[in-house]
């Protein structure tokens, strides 16, 4: 089964909810879908949570730097520097280049639009 198929089956199964909460409720599922163990995400997420709350440290040690901070989680598409874990995974679905989704894949994932994501 290749990766489209993957998640359109999970997205015809689950049409009203995100892969964040699917995973959350299903962490064995996690594998099968990103190729990490829930462990491995949970870890990730902690440790980009803890990277960006360094960023933002400098952020507010120097002003000057704001607008490129800006820029910066405006093309992640996260918000403002203070991810919550769905959107890490998103970022992780957008940059992994063994899933190779399209953004209107993503955003079935998701349920959201993805419009203004551009990586």
Known sequence: MTNIERFENY???HPNQSIWEYIQDNPDTTQFFINMTYEQL???ITE???LF???ISLHQE???VRELINRLSSRLGINELEPTGEEILLL??????DLDLDFK???RLFN???QHLVC
């Open 53 to 55: 709350s360094q960023v």
């Open 42 to 44: 949970h870890e990730l």
């Open 11 to 13: 997205i015809n199964s």
């Open 92 to 97: 992780i679905f957008k940059l992994k280049p």
């Open 105 to 107: 894949t993503l955003g």
């Open 62 to 64: 120097n002003p000057s």
């Open 112 to 114: 959201m639009v993805l």
């Open 48 to 50: 980009m949570i803890s």
